[in-house]
């Protein structure tokens, strides 16, 4: 899987202090994915289609449909359609780091999230502030998506801020540990003092990684193997799903779950400060409350049919996958 941060030297060494038991047991981590996006615009007309492009492929098993939006590329990650957000295109990066270092090697039994495609109105449909809270019998991680501009500096009171960007925080019973970018890591004690610090690597090491698993035929050798890259993948496709499945709520309701947790409560505190100060009407973009899915570990489906609905589509005719 290509998060390639998964072979930069400072972040490899960030993730091994956090494992070594150094800052404590680690039970909560916070993925941040901070990152202006614009909007794609309420357009009227159809996306040019760039001479030479074979649409039909470039659709694949989506509706072959031209969009109505700016731009035909890169903006196919704001619609259902073809996309999935900053949950599922920046923030799987942080989720897997995130993930990693809890040492979670399955699905979260709880998932739910909440926000919208709040402060502007155009063709796009997926959330582009959101919070998701994946909770396992022992670990909670918060995914934190927030695609208007950041203009006052977030740092929910932890050295190593303040955090914009794609970010990830780690929470142990010692200490604590930032990673404030790819290839990086700051870890402190519980009084704030500096207690370790890594830099270095590049994207190339990832591509030089999976190069040498091939040679060796062996996937242990890979930094971030496909199973665990699925596993990461599917808390962003998880959290979509309970979104989708949400209803249109007052702005600063909570979830019944999980509400009375420290790092949820200052998320979602900090949400409700960012979407004021952004002043975003919440008559004309609305905010949704997701449904709270169980998840079997064993099967990967929820106990609820209209998620696992969500969970696959109907492919275009040519697009087909086989039923196994």
């Not at 916070?30 to 289609?49: F, H, L, N, Q």
């Not at 700051?186 to 890594?198: C, P, S, Y």
């Not at 665990?228 to 209803?247: C, D, I, P, Q």
């Amino acid at each position: 899987m290509g998060v390639q941060s998964r072979s930069m030297t400072g972040m490899r060494q960030t993730l091994d202090f956090i494992k070594s038991g150094k800052i404590g047991k680690v039970s909560v981590a916070r993925a941040i994915c901070y990152r202006k996006r614009d909007s794609i615009g309420p357009v009227e007309t159809e996306s040019p289609i760039p001479e030479g492009l074979n649409f039909d492929l470039w659709c694949g098993p989506a509706e072959k449909v031209i969009p109505k939006r700016k731009r035909l590329h890169y903006d196919w990650h704001w619609v259902f359609e073809t996309g999935n957000g900053d949950l599922g295109n920046q923030n799987p990066h942080e989720l897997d780091k995130a993930r990693g270092a809890l040492g979670k090697q399955e699905l979260p039994k709880k998932v739910i999230s909440l926000g919208g495609r709040l402060g502007y109105v155009d063709n796009g449909n997926v959330a582009n502030e959101q919070v998701s809270i994946f909770r396992w019998d022992d670990a909670l991680l918060i995914s934190d998506v927030r695609g208007l501009p950041i203009k006052t500096p977030i740092n929910f009171g932890l050295k190593g801020g303040p955090f914009n960007g794609a970010c990830k925080i780690w929470f142990g019973t010692a200490g604590y540990v930032v990673g404030p970018n790819y290839n990086s890591g700051v870890a402190f004690d519980k009084e704030g003092n500096q207690i370790g610090k890594w830099s270095g690597g590049e994207y190339q090491a990832h591509f030089a990684n999976f190069v040498k698993a091939v040679k060796s035929r062996n996937y242990k050798d890979l930094h971030l193997d496909i199973e665990e890259g699925h596993l990461s993948s599917a808390l962003a496709h998880l959290g979509n799903v309970s979104y989708r499945l949400g209803k249109p709520v007052p702005a600063g309701t909570r979830p019944s779950q999980f509400g009375d947790n420290k790092h949820v409560a200052e998320t979602l505190e900090s949400l409700d400060a960012h979407l004021k100060e952004s002043g975003v009407d919440f008559e004309k973009t609305k905010f949704f409350l997701g449904q709270e899915l169980t998840i079997n570990r064993k099967t990967e489906l929820s106990t609820d049919k209209s998620a696992n609905q969500l969970f696959t589509r109907q492919n275009r005719k040519g697009f087909e996958l086989p039923v196994l």
